[in-house]
């Protein structure tokens, strides 16, 4: 099974390579990542973030969804100094950098929960993958048709942060302007909610994120910082040179 | 081979030491290039030039919990042990130093079965090296 579907403005490829598990699991997936568009987005007046920034909803009137998201983005925030902040002078709440990597891991234990075993979703470059090996691809942060490094994964997660296709867009919580320090860092962890929260955390941070990144207990990093030097973990599974046949 | 000139910046944040190195290609080994700090906060920095299997011994930082210094040992580029000279008795502290390993930025391709980056738009998305492998199913 093989489906493209785009879900809060990314595109969002899920392949499952089990013969036994029905579409219907691939439904799910969609249909509980756009609810989770809706009820999270910051750009919907009516999502649940909007309305407790807004002050209709108090604290203990939140989902257990929305609560967990934030106790995440506040574990975040204090282990960075404030380099990463989910609230930014001036602007509204905006908890995406944790709700992206979040829902889609919730996306893909819906898959296992279905029977799948081998699998990978990629969801607008975050990656989650069961059954491997897989070889993933991390693109360049110079050449969009271009990788900078292959790893070889088998069961777990991947995210980069970078600033080739938005520009400037992560901010350093603690200066308020972009995060400028790196071009890109990738994290491999056990969870996409753990590698999406970190590499977004770890780039505001700037060169030093990559020393704080690669400090946490089961992350493994790739960073390239702005001048051009790859710094990377003993530990991140480079994949071999040339794959294995089939 | 191209001898590279490491400087070592250590910095203390949350008590997590950390490290960066700038090569200088062509500069003398002996000659230390001013160490950068990569932020004024509570930031200390030392340089030194290393070569092959060179140890290398940052400042001792005075932290709030007591003073850290860590020795971080070169085989040209590539870090092969970092070790705390001095710390707080703190187990925060005691925590193992990640190894750093430097390489210089390549593009290649490869085949691959998917492509991670910062978030793809959708717009983008036709161009991708994804589109062209969902595309080949």
Redesign the interface.
């Known amino acids: 099974m093989h489906r493209v579907e785009h879900v809060m403005g990314f595109p969002v490829s899920l392949r499952v390579d089990d013969e036994d598990v029905p579409e219907q699991a691939a439904d799910a997936v969609f249909a509980w990542l756009r609810e989770v568009d809706a009820r999270f987005s910051p750009y919907r007046p009516d999502s649940e973030v909007c309305r407790y920034d807004r002050g209709e909803l108090q604290r203990h009137e939140l989902s257990d969804d929305l609560v967990e998201v934030l106790d995440l983005c506040e574990h975040y925030r204090r282990a960075t100094g404030g380099a990463f902040d989910a609230r930014l002078p001036g602007r509204g709440l905006d908890p995406n950098a944790v709700v992206k990597g979040w829902s889609v891991q919730r996306a893909a234990d819906l898959l296992r929960a279905a029977g799948a075993r081998r699998f990978v979703l990629n969801a607008g470059g975050d990656v989650v993958a069961a059954g491997g090996p897989w070889r993933v691809g991390v693109r360049h942060p110079e050449h969009a048709d271009k990788l900078c490094t292959v790893l070889e994964l088998t069961d777990g997660a991947v995210a980069t942060s970078a600033r080739y296709e938005r520009g400037d867009h992560i901010v350093d919580g603690r200066t308020g302007r972009p995060a400028t320090g790196l071009l890109s860092l990738t994290v491999v962890a056990s969870s996409l909610t753990e590698a999406d929260s970190v590499a977004t955390a770890a780039f505001a941070m700037g060169a030093e994120g990559i020393g704080w990144a690669a400090s946490l207990p089961g992350c493994e990093v790739f960073a390239v910082d702005a001048g051009g030097q790859v710094l990377r973990t003993e530990g991140f599974p480079v994949a071999r040179e040339d794959p294995a046949p089939g | 081979m191209k001898r590279a000139v490491p400087v070592v910046v250590l910095?203390i944040?949350?008590l997590?030491?950390?490290?960066?190195y700038?090569?200088s290609a062509g500069a003398p080994a002996s000659t230390a290039a001013p160490a950068t700090a990569?932020?004024a906060s509570a930031s200390s920095g030392t340089s030194s030039g290393a070569s092959p299997g060179t140890v290398v011994k940052g400042t001792t930082i005075p932290t709030d919990k007591g003073p850290v210094q860590v020795q971080v040992t070169f085989d040209g580029d590539r870090i092969t042990a970092v070790r705390m000279l001095q710390q707080p008795n703190h187990p925060q502290t005691t925590?193992a130093?990640?190894?750093?390993?430097?390489?210089?930025?390549?593009?290649?391709?490869?085949?691959?079965?998917?492509?991670?980056?910062?978030?793809?738009?959708?717009d983008?998305?036709k161009?991708?090296?994804?589109?062209a492998?969902?595309v080949r199913?």
Do not use: H, M
Request: charged letters at 20%.
């Open positions: 910095s944040a949350g997590v030491p950390v490290w960066r700038e090569p990569p932020s925590a130093v990640p190894k750093l390993v430097a390489e210089t930025l390549k593009a290649q391709s490869a085949d691959i079965d998917t492509v991670s980056g910062a978030t793809i738009t959708s983008a998305y161009e991708s090296l994804q589109a492998i969902d199913g």
